[in-house]
């Protein structure tokens, strides 16, 4: 076997396919691999690079590889798929990435690798997410099954336990719905005190994080929005321009042109789900609190809101936010609000 120049690895839960190329881009490595054989095939091998597709799984191996002295670099799988001849296996997704992660413009997107720190942080806020989730729907179904005997409450959680003190309390409630009510009951405040436990810890770890409290001071985001920042983007420098950064969430409308006329559909929903909710949502209430009299709006947000809906105005408020967040990400400067209240015409748009 030649000196290999690169390895494409096809990773899954149990079994992984292997497939390097030496020097003169032959095939030289075709090689399937149990779990525990991995580590100790790699590091009998002498430093190359090593190509996976970027999965949760794979910044947990690049990081291994990297111990043992290899190049290790993630691919999104979108960017390896069109390198797959026929069909799909893992022989033909190994030679894939092997093929993909030597094309210049595939290089160009190469994923960050997560240290094990920023994967802990990310799942502080997956876990908070999901029992917000369950916490809404708990105080959905004790709302719907209380309206089938004639109790209603006001709008938000607040007014939950309220109604569960007067559902207990009613006697011409049949026993079977009290016990399922106190049931439910439990299991709501149960889910709220975690809610309320992993919030504390997101407040250490936004206090904590330098970057994450400068995020913070940009106008719609807060602290949830400012750790998703952190988390999601550890290496900014991966992205060429805020624009860059602003298509990878997704903020970007989609291009469906041809023949010399424009189209220009709705956002690409590219990137990460919740970041990109998270911005949207955070744009607006920043809106809703600019239509109470609230907050003053920039000059480029107010002729913004004169000639869009607020739902649109939102999407673009969340695009000009990530490219702002980005600019103070690369540069390590704070958010500098006179420079957003300036007129329009001589304020350049962020990077």
């Known amino acids: 076997m030649g000196k290999l120049i690169r390895i494409g690895v096809d990773t899954s839960k149990s079994v992984f396919q292997l497939h390097g190329v030496d020097e003169s881009e032959r095939a030289a490595l075709k090689k399937r691999l149990r779990r525990k054989e991995v580590l100790k095939f790699f590091s009998e091998l002498s430093p190359t690079r090593i190509g996976m597709e970027a999965c949760g799984a794979a910044h947990f191996w690049a990081r291994e590889f990297r111990k043992l002295g290899h190049e290790a670099v993630l691919i999104p799988p979108q960017y390896v798929k069109p390198y797959v ?23 160009k997107r190469f994923v960050a690798v997560k240290e094990a720190e920023s994967q802990a942080g990310q799942m502080l806020m997956g876990l908070r997410d999901q029992l917000v989730r369950r916490r809404t729907q708990l105080s959905n179904t004790i709302r719907g099954h209380a309206a089938e005997f004639g109790f209603v409450a006001a709008k938000g959680l607040a007014n939950i336990e309220p109604l569960l003190l007067r559902l ?94 424009v189209r220009m559909g709705g956002i690409t929903r590219a990137g990460d789900e919740a970041l990109r909710k998270t911005l949207v949502v955070g744009a607006t209430a920043l809106i809703q609190q600019i ?38 990400m690369i540069s390590g400067e704070r958010y500098d609000q006179t420079r957003d209240m300036a007129p329009a015409d001589i304020v350049p748009i962020a990077a």
């Open 168 to 261: 207990a309390d009613d006697e011409h409630l049949p026993s079977l719905a009290r016990e399922l009510f106190v049931l439910l009951g439990s299991e709501f405040a149960g889910i709220d005190r975690q809610v309320r436990s992993l919030d504390a810890r997101l407040m250490t770890f936004h206090r904590g994080d330098e970057v994450s409290r400068r995020l913070a001071e940009i106008p719609g985001v807060g602290p949830i929005g400012a750790c998703l920042l952190a988390l999601k983007a550890p290496d900014p420098s991966a992205f060429r321009s805020g624009r860059d950064f602003a298509a990878f969430i997704g903020l970007t409308p989609k291009d469906h042109s041809t023949a010399g006329k």
């Open 85 to 107: 001849d026929r069909g799909k296996n893992d022989m033909a997704d190994a030679e894939a990435i092997c093929e993909a992660m030597s094309r210049p413009k595939v290089q």
């Open 291 to 328: 239509n109470r009299g609230q907050s003053k709006p920039s000059p480029w947000l107010a002729a913004l809101l004169e000639r869009k809906p607020p739902k649109l105005a939102a999407v673009a408020l969340a695009n000009k936010t990530a490219r702002i967040a980005w600019k103070l």
